[in-house]
Structures are given as C-alpha cells and as structure tokens.
C-alpha cells in the first residue's frame, strides 16, 4: 500500500540571527569519515565553481541539491544538523535516513525536469513543500521524504522538521501540530535557550491582533499552506506549551500521540485547566518580543494565598529573573499592610546591584499587582520597606521591575514579609544592603520600564 504525504510553507519566519555550529566528535575515531567529507566538499566547491548550476553536498543526515555558493551550501548543511539533533532530542527518536533536499536560489540555474511537479510549482512561488512516499506491509511503515524549497528565508529549516517526522513517525501530525512545531523547529536554539526567536513581523502581527481562541487555532479541518498568519498563530500555541512550566510536561505526551495517530486532542489534554491556559495565553501575547522566556515567567497556580490572622507574618522569596511570583497575600480592599523586603539583585549583568528599591530609573524596584478571577488590576509600588492599602480584593504578586523580554539575565533576589498593619508588633526595616553606587548611565537614563 502507498502513500504520499505533503506539507507546505506558503511564507516562513526569518530563522535565527545567531549562527549554530555543530559539536564535532572524537577527532580519532572520526578521522577517516572527516578526510571523506573533506574529499566531497573539494570536489562540491570545484564543481560549482566551475559550473553555477546545481551541486550536491552531503553530511551525516542530508544530501542537498542546491544551486547555492559553495560556502553558503555548507553553513546550511551544518545549520540543519544542528536543528535536526535539536528537534530529535525532543521527539526522543534518532533520524534513521538521509533526508534529500532541493534548495533553489534561482530556478534559471535549473531544469524543469529536476523537480517533482508540486515541488517546482512551490519552489516558483517562492515557499518550501515536503513531499512524503510511504509504504506499509501491515506491520511496518516505510516513508522517504523529499524537501524542495527556496533558499529565501530559511524556508528549508522550516521544511526539514516535516521531513524528520514524516520519516520517523509516517506523519507530521495535524497541521495546527504540524506547521506550529516546525516553525518552532525553525527558531529552536542551542543550549536549551528557550527565549522568543521568531521574526519581528510575527511579533508586531501577534500583538497587534485581537487573539485568536485556541481551539481555533487547534481545530481540526485545516489545511497547510494557507496564510503566513495562521503560521504565526500555531507557532505561537505550540511555543507557550512547549516551554511553560505549567503545560509542558503534558505537551511533549500530546505531541508523541499525535504523531503516532494514538486518540489525543487538544481539548482533551488541556480542557481542564482551559482558564489558566486561557490567562497565561493572553498574557504571553500582551508581552511577546523577541527574547522573552515563557518558562520565566509561568505563572504560580500551586501557592495558596491567605488573609493573615492576626499578627502573623507571610514570608516569600522573589526572583528577579521571573515574572508575575506569589507573595502568598490575599488582600482585603481598603486595608493597609507592611512590608519589609531584603536582599540585592541585578535586572542585567551590565547593571549595578540593588536593594528593591531598584536604580533611580525605576528598574530593579519591587512592585506588585492584583490577581482575581483570572485578571490583573492594580500597579503598586514597593520597594524594600513600607506601607500600602489595597484598592481592591485579590491576590497580592510581587517583582523585580523589569523588561519583560530581558529577565533571563536578572540575578538576585528578596526576601518579602507582609502582614496587616497595626495588629502586634510592627515590621522592622531590612539590613542596609550592600550595594555599589548606580553608574551614571543609570542615573541619566530616561527608559520607561513597565
């Protein structure tokens, strides 16, 4: 029994500025298999000197056809290793073939006759399409995938992830699935760096729409191909659930079902905690920019919060690489509290540290905010000591001002007491912090942080 399979990028992200570089292995144990490579390379870069046409170039896992400049066909074969051993650790399954590609740089410089029909007419509309032939004996599947795409925009980082899993598992997935993971396979970077990386104009289109639900962007009867936007709004599902704390361990699973035809849905796995997805979703949106890191800023659902009895004291830990954290206060409207916070932290490696009373721009200051009923309301300014009265009813979360796409260097942290003002002993202002004297660049500095 045959199969064909196809899936197609109608306009691909920009992938990453920052070049990878493949970590290279025993050099004795892989000395011959280098004077190989070296050999094919020689013979790849004098072929296409002498002829602009196309050229293949192999490595360990791709054998390109390209009509690219020697060098720019090499850097992007050691960029699709890089990727591919990225995204096959995460599936967990090692690639088992060669995966073929056909990157075009301009179609004068081929024939006609070198493409499968759909390839050339996606190749001529300047887009990538992965087209999958398998097999079954009733017992084993058996898929090769081919890649045809553009050289334009990395479109062949987007493709290979469809190549990878039609290969490995006889299927992409669902397209929401599908086109979203190979979007983020296109952005993934090395050393477990989980910060947004996708183009600007994913980031200005994504924050500048009204939010489209969820289970839109996951249902079922899609087609791929469709609209650079419906790309943008699967990558960005599968991103939040991919490196949020709160859902990740459950998406990995939903994936691999996927992927295996098993009988998983979305709806199914997340539909009991749809209102914080729903909150953590909207707030992931409000804030996107390239740099930001979901996993930092997952919010807190464990900690109970409490209205404290009496005099008692509620003691939290607040990180300045984090977002939104819980002080564990459940504020009455209307009634005043104190605090007293200790400790320094940094909002960057290049900045002095602070007490949270922050730099005199404002950034570093502990501040905090009201959550009830899934919303958030309320700016309230802290700092290391003091008093304040709650506007309204809600939990009390605290944090290190700062960009919220510039956490993942902050260092630091404080310790917080609170308790109701005026019942029992008052709190006492923290130790004086230790801290250096703000540069003068942080002093003149006129950023807003918000």
Known sequence: MGLVLI?????????SAAEKRIRGKGASAESS?????????????????????????????????TDLPADEAWDLLKRLETELSLISRYWGRANKQTIECYVVKDLQNWSPRAFDPIGLLSVEREAGVTITNGRSNGKEFFAKATVYATSKRDTPMH?????????????PGPVWYAEGMAEMGHFWQEDDNRSVNCDPYYIKY??????????E?????????????????????????????NYNDRFRPLGLGLLTQ????????????ADEIAFEYLFFLQHLDRGYRVDLCSWDWKTKFVHPSGSAILNSKINSAGGWQASKLRVTEGEEYEYSAEGTWKSADDREATSA?????????????LFDNYKLQDSIELGSFGTFTAKHDGNLVLRCRDAWHELADNTGFVKVKLKVKGVGKALEPPAPAIVAKPSEADTNSDQAVK
């Open 217 to 245: 962007i996951a249902k079922a009867d899609q087609v791929s191909g469709d609209s650079w936007q419906n790309y943008a709004w699967r990558w960005a599902l599968c991103h939040l659930l991919a490196n949020n704390t």
């Open 206 to 215: 994504l924050r500048d729409s009204e939010p489209r639900p969820m289970l």
């Open 262 to 273: 098993q009988r998983v849905s979305f709806e199914e796995v997340y539909g009991p905690k």
């Open 33 to 65: 298999k280098k004077k190989s490579a070296a050999r094919a390379k020689k013979k790849a870069d004098s072929k296409h000197d002498a002829d602009p046409g196309p050229a293949d170039y192999h490595s360990k896992n791709f054998l390109i056809h």
């Open 357 to 369: 009373d922050g730099a005199p721009d404002g950034r570093s200051r502990l501040v905090g905010t």
């Open 7 to 15: 899936f197609a990028v109608l306009l691909p992200a920009v992938a």
């Open 159 to 171: 493709e290979i992830v469809h190549a990878y899993c039609a290969q490995t598992f006889g299927t």
